[in-house]
């Protein structure tokens, strides 16, 4: 008897421990939702999976990129929008996968009726501002981004102007801003630079930089009201119409502390840009500590897609992409799986996380943090219960959904732990197959389709959903 009820007890205390557990982990999420933080959103251009430290990265040093890390959330399955960078930045600003996205793979604006993630913030009581890369429509078009949403721009808003990171002028707040910089306007062989495409023939102000001094600018501003600071750097994209005219297309200042290593000067370069980032983020970090807004604000650190190799890079020299397939341009995992740490000190516990999220994921779960209802027309889902540590409640995506079209009609969508890509050529009647079990095989390198014909019949339901 003794021993019955001892087991008893034991088994009755560990229930009511998990429970009491579970209750104080709810508890967590109900008391962090609508609490309405301070949201800085810090996006990458190019940055692959591969290329941080805090992801395997043993040669690129980024250690406040790394601190970061150690201080929040690692994401090991974070999905962009998209393979390349404007419909990816459509899918974080809208909350929409491409199925519904506006755009789709060439620059167009979004349109005037689009709902972004800043008109719901700044209706909700947020300052808004972007600083960067906008890429989604430019001064005058219904993509403007003070039009859709945010108080404060400054930066480029054309996709290909922002391949110069020495231009003569930039944005803000739809003027003009003169910088000392001579360029020339070229074009490539394609002519899609055609009266857009630039390269610097005298670099004096380095665009990055001075995305820092306006974002420390944003920061250092007392204000009552919360804010959402969407800091899109352009490192480390590749400068194609420089690398028409120049030895590489790899721009930066100078090659810091990779200066003396013995490799080719675009490696040295690339890795440098990633090196410089790496100081913005330090410098960012600072001023939050600074000004005291350290324990109030949300940090996001993430990239726009997979890694490039363009302008000099050969991502295999650094394993940029891990031990993922693919990248930019791709929809294997290396084009679209993408570094993501979130930071929010006594809210958040440090740790790595497994959860699958995507980028149209970010527009529920900043309405979530702000108190407002998402829009009907997001596809995504609130991640704030993972932020918060309460996995056990958090929802699941029935399924995902990416495409990319060029001269191949790319598709790919997941569910659960299977995932289908198919490839079309223009012009052609059939289409390639390729299934892959991603937890059980991470460079997809396992074609199971034909193991599978019902996962297969499953997702090509899921991608014809959208043709179009």
């Known amino acids: 008897m003794k021993n019955i009820f001892k087991k008893g007890f034991i088994l009755g205390f560990i229930i009511v421990f998990f429970s009491c557990a579970n209750k104080d982990k709810k508890a967590h999420y109900t008391s962090v939702k ?31 990129i790394d601190k970061l890390a150690s201080e929040g959330l ?23 996968h491409m199925g519904h996205t506006t755009i789709k793979s060439m620059e167009k604006p979004i349109k005037e009726e689009d709902i972004t993630v800043a008109e719901l913030l700044k209706d909700a009581g947020y300052s808004t501002g972007v600083i960067g890369k906008w890429g ?39 003027e003009k801003y003169p910088l000392k910089n001579k360029v020339i306007y070229v074009t490539d062989s394609t002519n899609y630079a055609v009266g857009i495409g630039s390269a610097a023939v005298e670099k004096l102000e380095y665009s990055n930089d001075l995305f820092t001094e306006k974002a420390l600018k944003f920061l250092d501003k007392d204000r009552e009201k919360p804010f959402f600071l969407y800091l899109a750097y352009t490192i480390p994209h590749a400068d194609n119409e420089s690398f028409l005219i120049n030895e590489h297309g790899m721009e930066v200042p100078d090659l810091g502390i990779y ?27 600072m001023k939050l500590k600074e000004k005291g807004l350290e324990k109030e604000t949300l940090i996001v650190f993430t990239s726009d897609n997979g890694p490039h190799q363009e302008g000099g890079w050969n991502l295999n020299f650094f394993d ?3 031990d993922l397939k693919g990248m930019k341009r791709d929809l294997y995992e290396g084009g679209i799986r993408i570094p993501f740490i979130a930071k929010w000190p006594e809210k958040i516990t440090p740790g790595k996380t497994d959860v699958i999220a995507t980028f149209w994921d970010f527009m529920p779960t900043a309405c979530d943090l702000a108190g407002v209802q998402t829009p009907e027309s997001s596809d995504g889902i609130s991640y704030l219960h993972t932020l918060v540590g309460d996995n056990k409640h958090q929802p699941k995506h029935n399924f995902l959904y990416w495409e990319f079209d060029t001269s191949i009609s790319r598709r790919a969508a997941r569910i659960g732990d299977y995932k ?13 197959i390729e299934l892959f079990n991603i937890p059980k095989d991470i460079s997809e390198t396992n074609n199971i389709a034909e193991q599978h014909p019902d996962k297969v019949k499953e997702l090509t339901e899921v991608i014809n959903q959208f043709r179009h």
């Open 136 to 174: 989604l429509g430019n001064v005058g078009t219904t993509g403007y981004a003070n039009d859709q949403g945010f108080d404060y721009s400054f930066g480029y808003y054309d996709q290909i102007r922002a391949h110069n990171y020495y231009p003569d002028y930039l944005w803000e707040n739809g």
């Open 259 to 285: 200066k003396n290593e013995d490799w080719l000067e675009p490696k040295k370069a690339g890795a440098a840009m990633i090196s410089r980032l790496d100081s913005y983020i330090g410098k960012i970090m």
């Open 74 to 96: 690692l994401f090991t399955q974070h999905y962009a929008g998209a393979t390349v960078c404007a419909p990816s930045r459509n899918s974080l600003i809208t909350g929409q």
């Open 34 to 64: 609508g609490s309405k933080p301070n949201i800085l959103f810090i996006m990458a251009d190019d940055l692959g999976y591969g290329d941080l430290g805090c992801y395997g990265q043993d040669i690129i040093k980024t250690p406040n």
């Open 320 to 322: 940029s992409n891990g």
């Open 420 to 432: 289908l890509i198919t490839a079309k050529k223009r012009g052609s009647d059939t289409s390639s």
